[in-house]
């Protein structure tokens, strides 16, 4: 929709201009720190470029079509928890199949995310940092927040470009309508509304596990203080996982909120993700496929289920990330099967640091300090992979800094799709195929702005980092970092960094100039759960 009424814009504009391509030809609005770089690399990069679609002209020809893009996301997880066995070892997990991926594609050593689930998730799909999308805070039942109409995913763009495209497993993008995957998009999609903590724990169980406190109605106060009777949502009534296809009403999928309901959820997801790729690999259009794992389910362990398969850590992180595993293998196994391995790009990568708070169910740290919600490189630099067999170098490993904005731009790109990444609004994602397809090397991005919720708390340049929250202010502030030397961000140095002062306030200064100019969009706040056909549990 949003798309259509684009292209009815750049027809418009187009015809005042004199020429269909005038709005085409516009540069993406990129962050200003993107401008920086353009000025001093543009005439190689455009060169390089000119190669890079040449190799994707070629590609397509073989083919006899553009590439599949899947793109696996798991949540909350430390830097070397999955995929190399010299660190997972060391923690008592196993990933066979994941290192079997990487040995076979291409490692990140430096991918940058959002500090949460909600956050990073809305960059993936549009490109653009959750201070610009208002999509900055973690939704929660019930919120009546959600991804807002007006932004354009790289579901729309590669929607309108000759993809299939599907979402399966966990979106956490709101409850309101225009947030649910399916209009934002999708073809077809089962995803979930919130995380997968809160929707299993709002019952008794949660109650006598303590993994929720004063919710249940035995758990109000007893002594008659407690006057609101609608200061809880009633459990019963949320809605945490949909179903639905473009252009119709979306169904309440979950019956109930209980461990079985988020363990039958996984299954369904799982099973729908792999019978996706079995119908479309063969299609005449490519295929977009977002599988966003749902897990880890701490719950699981206190179900008998959990209790199967072990991992040597013995926790529900560790059991899950095992069980991930296989699943990736399916995934790959199922991609391999119908032959289409030479033309799927996928992408594989956790959405955030650790959930530290819950020890001792959580992931591992082992790199950096701080977990999910947190500034530091614990919460923003997850594992990720790249695998692309014949075209992405196998058993490779990127220094280079890249954002999750990124896939974004890069999907467009390897989509066909550039021309309908909208120039009224800035983008964050930088088109990184050069990257995926040189190799180490080759990223068009050496920082990243990291915000904690609507606030920016600091800026990475390169090798360094400075913090701006939680720095004490004037000469004494010893808030600059060099993450080679101090990848855990204990010894914050200053008198080291004097030339530094200026170049990273001028970074930072650029990027909030930029943001009077295009404003951002406020948190999306109205009715929830509309536009379902039943409002009632499911019962099939
Ligand atoms: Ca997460």
């Known amino acids: 929709m949003k798309l259509n009424r684009l292209i009815v814009l750049v027809a418009v504009v187009g015809l005042l201009a004199g020429t269909a391509s005038t709005l085409q030809a516009k540069p993406i609005i990129h962050d200003a720190e993107y401008q920086v770089l353009v000025k001093q690399h543009g005439e190689k990069w455009t060169e390089e470029d000119a190669e890079l679609t040449d190799k994707l002209a070629a590609l397509e020809k073989k083919f006899g079509k553009k590439p599949n893009i899947i793109h696996l996301m798991w949540d909350d997880s430390g830097y070397g928890d999955v ?13 066979p199949n994941i290192a079997q991926m990487a040995e076979e594609g291409l490692s990140f050593t430096r991918m940058y995310t959002e500090p949460s689930c909600t956050p990073t998730r809305a960059t993936a799909l549009t490109g653009r940092q959750p201070i610009r999308t208002g999509m900055y805070q973690v939704i929660f039942p019930v919120h009546g927040i959600g991804l807002p109409k007006e932004e354009v995913t790289i579901a729309e763009i590669l929607s309108e470009n000759g993809y299939n495209t599907a979402f399966f ?18 073809d077809v999609a089962l995803f979930s509304t919130y995380n997968q903590f809160a929707s299993q724990f709002f019952n008794e169980t949660g109650e006598i596990s303590r993994m929720t406190i004063g919710y249940t109605e035995d758990q109000w106060d007893q002594h008659g203080y407690a006057i609101d009777k609608n200061f809880r ?96 293998a399916e995934v790959i196994a199922e991609v391999k099967k119908a032959g289409i391995e030479e033309n799927t790009l996928i992408i594989l990568m956790a959405d955030n640091g650790p959930m530290k708070e819950i020890f001792p169910d959580e992931a591992f740290q082992a790199m950096f300090s701080g977990g999910k919600g947190s500034f530091l490189e614990g919460g923003i630099r997850v594992p990720a992979f790249a695998w692309w067999p014949g075209t992405i170098e196998a058993n ?66 390169q090798q360094y980092k400075r913090h701006w929250m939680s720095s004490r202010p004037g000469l004494v502030g010893k808030s600059f970092f060099d993450l080679y030397k101090d990848p855990r961000e204990e010894k914050g140095m200053m008198g080291q960094f004097l030339w530094a002062w200026e170049p990273f306030d001028a970074i930072k200064m650029r990027h909030e100039a930029q943001m009077q100019k295009y404003e951002n969009t406020p948190p999306r706040k109205t009715e929830v759960y509309t536009g379902l056909s039943n409002y009632t549990p499911a019962d099939d």
């Open 83 to 95: 995929g190399s066995p010299l660190l997972t070892r060391i923690h008592g997990i196993d990933t």
């Open 169 to 186: 497993g966990k979106a956490h993008q709101g409850d309101i309508e225009e947030s649910y995957l399916h209009n934002q998009g999708f």
């Open 233 to 328: 949502y009633k459990g019963e009534e949320i809605v945490w996982a949909i179903e639905g296809k473009k252009g119709e009403k979306g169904k309440r999928w979950n019956k109930d909120l209980s461990v079985e309901e988020q363990l039958r959820f996984t299954d369904e997801t799982h099973a729908r993700a792999l019978q996706y790729i079995r119908d479309y690999a063969n299609d005449e259009k490519p295929f977009y496929l977002d599988y966003w794992f749902h897990g880890p389910n701490f719950v699981e362990k206190f179900t008998e289920r959990g209790r199967e398969g072990n991992s040597a850590r013995d926790n529900a992180f560790g059991d899950f990330v095992e069980h991930m595993d296989e699943m990736v």
């Open 396 to 461: 490779s490993v990127a220094g280079d800094i890249i954002h999750v904005s990124d896939l974004f731009t890069t999907f467009a790109r390897l989509g066909g799709g550039t021309d309908d990444i909208p120039r009224d609004r800035v983008i964050d994602g930088i088109d990184q195929t050069s990257l995926l397809l040189n190799g180490d090397g080759h990223s068009r991005r050496d920082y990243v702005h990291v915000y904690a919720g609507p606030s920016y708390a600091a800026t990475v340049k």
